[in-house]
């Protein structure tokens, strides 16, 4: 969890820079930035800033909403044949983005996929479980190299999420693990 005081702490250092802009009403992150991106817990900050399109204040919320009950419950890191397991229970990560994703009045279901209207394009990364890649789950980009079509909100927030069993998704079975793996800095893509 240490990681996830260094996140909280990024984020109130965000909240008084969006406030420099205009103290009163603060302006959403969504309203400052042409792209949001990141792997891991960065990831589905980028998707409840650029998506979900939250204020400072209410991602701060959400974080610790979402991080309480899915932290809680944690598992053994190793099997008994000393396989590596998960150490969270992917089921509650899924309803506490689920819920997050219907706070504001989407739908569940949502793509991630920015609609037409949007001013701020979100990417979030993943790393191919089969081939350790590093994919760009995100709007559609020119380059094209290492994108994955637009899934559910929630499924791009489990596929980029550590410490959690991977997930497999599209027609192909494609499956991905943490974002953050190969992608601690995505600038590049």
């Not at 150490?87 to 949502?110: C, H, N, T, Y």
């Not at 499924?155 to 190969?182: C, H, K, M, N, W």
Request: net charge positive; proline share 6%.
């Amino acid at each position: 969890m240490e990681a996830a005081c260094v996140r909280r702490r990024h984020l109130q250092i965000l909240k008084q820079l969006v406030r420099t802009i205009d103290p009163v009403p603060p302006p959403k992150p969504y309203d400052c930035f042409d792209m949001i991106g990141g792997g891991g817990t960065d990831g589905r900050i980028a998707i409840m800033f650029g998506r979900v399109r939250k204020s400072v204040n209410e991602c701060i919320d959400a974080y610790v909403t979402l991080s309480d009950p899915v932290v809680e419950k944690k598992h053994h890191c190793v099997n008994i044949n000393g396989e590596i397991q998960r150490q969270f229970d992917s089921e509650d990560l899924k309803q506490a983005m689920r819920e997050i994703i219907r706070s504001p009045g989407l739908r569940e279901d949502v793509l991630l996929k920015d609609a037409p209207e949007a001013k701020c394009k979100v990417f979030v990364c993943a790393t191919s479980r089969e081939t350790s890649a590093t994919a760009r789950l995100t709007y559609r980009s020119p380059r094209g190299r290492g994108s994955v079509p637009s899934r559910k909100i929630w499924e791009v927030s489990r596929a980029t999420s550590s410490f959690f069993d991977p997930i497999t998704l599209g027609i192909y079975g494609q499956g991905f693990v943490d974002g953050a793996t190969g992608m601690n800095n995505p600038v590049c893509e």
